[in-house]
């Protein structure tokens, strides 16, 4: 079925003759191309004609009222959510479409949940060196060995989390905030080109929101970054672009001041929370 | 066990590093040879004396302690409560059940060269397909293991493949071995009926009913215990070990991240079936028979019980709740039958609230207590 599928679709006809983990191509610029993508649910459209284009090693946010649809929109680019129509592209080479949750995360897209999830009952060290990019088969796992390689790998991660001096505590004694540290770790472990981030200042102390900001900084220029978050200070403090969403598409696009300005924003998002804050 | 730097921690490199696991050899080789000294060289007047029953019914047990360590494979680090491994157990016993009946030859009540004595009593006049081979000692030893492995990978890829899991799972699992039991139970099925397979006399020409034969099936039994024992401690302390503890505890994350879980739980699902086969086949010829009730779901769910008892995710708890519990039922059923279901239901009750993690649980934090600083220093 598939395979007729594939041969029905005019670029991609000797799919197999592509080799395998063909590396991804970025020459054009963008890492991710989302065009025109809706998902509905039973008639309501979470996603509604989505156009979203993220460039190679950039950093952006992505906020936007609930129900706009930024958690529908890392489904789809994770595969865990199929869309209804449109079509998803990492960078120009790979239909994410085709792909199941550990192809597209073996291809270098790493997500971040909302409510951070490490192994509890394993040790942060033991965490990291599960989400290490590695062959993930049966046997080849079995057989693993701990090379010099992989321990300064991990130290290397564990130096920029942070949780050198936790390595052998297990996961489930850390703190909130050093458990978000943590999956951000085991994202760059497996060396992704880009990092999904959903929320990742949710119940963190000030001090913990500058220190991630400083990892998410960081990591920008090596890897691309996508975050969805709702702390306005947050954003405003590492944004250089933001899209914001609304009922499912992009509503507008640009610097943080730029956004902030929009009337259309202002209306819908920026104004009810001021208003909120204030 | 999780804090440990990780030089220790790669079991298939080294695969006699870690304590517990020469604690648990040690204590078991020990306790297989005391048994047959005392068996052997103790005469038999001696209070000292273990005779022949006792012999037997450590073997019993032992083979018990075998099908409870692949019960804690499953449910201790996959997080795969199974409530049909007493049907791999069973498999295993009927592939050795059937070996055992065809070396009865001719010497069965009907005088049959080649049927059992149940097939003639049927009216059949050959033998069907399936007990083909069986005949031949290699290929029922390895339909011991073949036949509750095939099952589990039948049953596990379609139950994994569709992500059922938790209770869900653990129901199926439970309507898996009723319906076996079900199907056993039926003449037509050819495998005895009601009243299973028995009336056994050698195995691999060796003569069941001597008592050297039960000696050596209960030392058997031991050294399978302690291989099954080293082959699931090395599979929970590889990295495999560790992506299974992961899908215990989050299943989601763990195939975020890029393994395919289903895969990994078929796998151990496997292994740990052919280990229950593998107890079965142990167990059957040092009891002498097997019929369906091996398939009831009672007995499914008190294997489940013995891990429980004995703390999870240790693997020699499990060994330890097998142990005690059957041990307890020998001598509960002897005194006061009526009682034991109670017993049972007390003992559960009480560790449940007493000790969460099991006797298991008990030593470990005994150990604790004598060492309090091995936290700190992994700390540090």
Known sequence: MSLLQSLRTRDRVFEFMAPAASPVDVRHGPILYMEDVTVSFDGFKAINNLNLTIDNGELRCIIGPNGAGKTTMMDIITGKTRPTEGSVWFGSRHNLLNMNEPEIASLGIGRKFQKPTVFEALSVFENLELAMAADKRIFPTLTARMTGEIKDRIDEVLETIGLTTLRFQPAGILSHGQKQWLEIGMLLMQRPRLLLVDEPVAGMTEQEMERTAELLTGLAGKQSVVVVEHDMGFVRSIARKVTVLHQGSVLAEGSMDQVSNDPNVVEVYLGADDEEAA | ?380
């Open chain 2, 1 to 380: 066990m999780m804090t440990q730097p990780p030089s220790s921690q790669f079991w298939l490199t080294c695969p006699f590093g870690e304590r517990a696991t020469q604690v648990f050899l040690g204590v078991l080789f020990a306790a297989l040879l005391i048994v047959t000294v005392l068996h052997v060289a103790v005469p038999q007047g001696s209070p000292l004396h273990v005779n022949a029953y006792t012999v037997n019914l450590f073997g019993k047990y032992l083979s018990y302690a075998l099908l409870a360590v692949a019960v804690d494979l499953v449910w201790g680090y996959l997080g795969i409560l199974s409530l049909g491994h007493g049907a791999f157990f069973a498999i295993g016993g009927y592939a050795m059940g059937m070996y055992l009946m065809r070396q009865i030859g001719d010497r069965g009540t009907y005088g049959h060269p080649v049927l059992p004595d149940f097939m003639v009593f049927l009216n059949w006049d050959s033998l069907p397909w399936y007990w083909q081979g069986f005949d031949m000692a290699w290929f029922a030893f390895a339909m011991v293991l073949l036949a509750p492995g095939l099952l589990a990978l039948v049953f596990g890829f379609l139950a994994f493949r569709s992500r059922v899991t938790g209770v869900y799972l653990s129901i199926i699992t439970q309507a898996l071995t009723f319906a076996l039991m079900l199907a056993f139970f039926r003449n037509e099925m050819g495998f005895g009926g009601n009243n299973g397979l028995t009336d056994f006399r050698e195995l691999l020409g060796f003569n069941l009913r001597s008592n050297d034969t039960r000696l050596g099936l209960f030392l058997a039994t031991g050294v399978a215990l302690a291989l099954g024992y080293i082959l699931c401690r090395a599979i929970v302390t590889s990295k495999l070990g560790r992506v299974c503890v992961a899908t215990r505890d989050a299943e989601a994350r763990t195939r975020f991240i890029g393994y395919r879980v289903e895969r990994f739980q078929l796998f151990v699902f496997v292994v740990s079936a052919m280990l229950a086969g593998l107890a079965g086949a142990l167990y059957v010829p040092q009891v002498g028979i097997i019929n369906p009730s091996e398939f009831s779901p009672l007995f499914s769910i008190e294997i489940v019980l013995w891990v429980a008892l004995g703390g999870r995710a240790t693997l020699y708890g499990a060994v330890i709740g097998a142990m005690l519990v059957n041990y307890a039922k020998t001598v509960f059923t002897g005194v006061m039958p009526d009682a034991w279901l109670f017993a049972l239901g007390a003992m559960f009750v009480l560790v449940t609230v007493l000790l969460p993690k099991g006797v298991a649980g008990l030593l470990q934090k005994q150990r604790r207590k004598k060492t309090p600083t091995i936290t700190k220093e992994a700390t540090a």
